[in-house]
């Protein structure tokens, strides 16, 4: 990978288009691109940065990993064109990670989207897969005699995933899941990406995991979610609706000294943290986060930002 591929992609690029992006950006010859689309933990709208989710791109397929509120705008930011989607995969069915699900396939399909979707996620995808159909009826109904559209439905197929193991394997990956710690969440997944040039594992939500451990070994990438454990208090003083959020948060997270133990336990490469808790904190400074990671980390480690491409 070349260093000019480890950029942010600015919002002024970005508005070129993809057309704009030399073509060694698409990957050729199997190369994958990874895009953090949103690196704030928590579903809270936020000025600083957008909820989960990350694209992975390899010979013109993306592989949208979480679907947090606003991942079809970040997607375009990111110079991604929504008709590339060829797969959606939940880690687990928190809104932080899910709300804009169902929006990003209606979303891609007004786009241009023509071909096979397949979704895969915990219980209960298929239910909400339908239900999103539904409460868009109209709206589907609508495009399609008026635009001329084919049907959405019949392009989306829905896969559960309860357990751990092989999720899928097609031309440019092999993907692989994991069972993770997230309670009460249940089933939570961490997925990991074996591509022609590199491994990329994403944890998903978890407390620190030995399975997720166990899929990580040897990667070359780890998006791993982190916590800063100092910065709580604030952020839950923000959030006057939710007694017990301050416990939540602490039992079911990382910490980014924590996820620095995992990385080195799993012999990854790079340690990107993201997710981050707090998301907009000022007071935590990216040397923070890294200083915490580095406690027990060797390796390389990048905190995460929207649209930086690793
Ligand atoms: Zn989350």
């Known amino acids: 990978m070349t260093s000019t591929r480890r950029r942010v992609l600015k919002a002024g690029l970005a508005l070129f288009?993809?057309?704009?992006?030399?073509?060694?950006?698409?990957?050729?010859?199997?190369?994958?691109?990874?895009?953090?689309?949103?690196?704030?933990?928590?579903?809270?709208?936020?000025?600083?940065?957008?909820?989960?989710a990350q694209v992975i791109v390899i010979n013109d397929a993306a592989y949208v990993i979480d679907c947090g509120d606003g991942v079809a705008r970040q997607l375009v930011s990111a110079g991604i064109r929504l008709s590339q989607l060829r797969h959606i995969l939940v880690t687990h069915q928190h809104s932080d990670h899910n709300a804009d699900y169902g929006n990003l396939i209606l979303l891609a399909w007004i786009s241009g989207l023509k071909t096979r979707i397949d979704c895969w996620g915990p219980p209960p995808l298929q239910r909400m897969t339908e239900l999103f159909m539904e409460m868009n009826a109209y709206d589907i109904r609508t495009r399609i005699e008026d635009e001329g559209r084919g049907p959405l439905q019949p392009l989306v197929h829905v896969h559960e995933l309860s357990k751990g193991g092989v999720v899928f394997e097609d031309e440019n990956v092999r993907v692989r899941a994991a069972l993770v710690d997230h309670p009460?969440?249940?089933?939570?997944?961490?997925?990991?990406?074996?591509?022609?040039?590199?491994?990329?594992?994403?944890?998903?939500?978890?407390?620190?995991?030995?399975?997720?451990?166990?899929?990580?070994?040897?990667?070359?990438?780890?998006?791993?979610?982190?916590?800063?454990?100092?910065?709580?208090?604030?952020?839950?003083?923000?959030?006057?609706?939710?007694?017990?959020?301050?416990?939540?948060?602490?039992?079911?997270?990382?910490?980014?000294?924590?996820?620095?133990?995992?990385?080195?336990?799993?012999?990854?490469?790079?340690?990107?943290?993201?997710?981050?808790?707090?998301?907009?904190?000022?007071?935590?400074?990216?040397?923070?986060?890294?200083?915490?990671?580095?406690?027990?980390?060797?390796?390389?480690?990048?905190?995460?930002?929207?649209?930086?491409?690793?």
């Open 17 to 52: 288009g993809s057309a704009f992006l030399p073509r060694a950006e698409a990957g050729p010859g199997g190369g994958s691109r990874l895009i953090l689309l949103g690196t704030g933990g928590g579903p809270r709208p936020r000025k600083t940065n957008s909820a989960a």
């Open 184 to 310: 009460p969440v249940v089933p939570a997944l961490g997925y990991r990406f074996d591509a022609a040039d590199r491994s990329i594992v994403v944890s998903g939500d978890t407390k620190p995991s030995e399975s997720l451990i166990a899929l990580a070994r040897g990667a070359d990438v780890l998006v791993h979610e982190a916590l800063y454990p100092a910065g709580v208090d604030r952020l839950v003083a923000g959030v006057p609706n939710a007694s017990s959020l301050r416990r939540s948060i602490l039992s079911h997270h990382t910490s980014a000294e924590d996820a620095g133990r995992v990385a080195q336990a799993a012999g990854v490469k790079t340690l990107v943290l993201s997710h981050l808790v707090p998301a907009d904190d000022p007071a935590i400074t990216d040397q923070m986060w890294i200083d915490a990671a580095r406690t027990h980390y060797a390796g390389k480690i990048i905190v995460g930002k929207d649209l930086l491409e690793i």
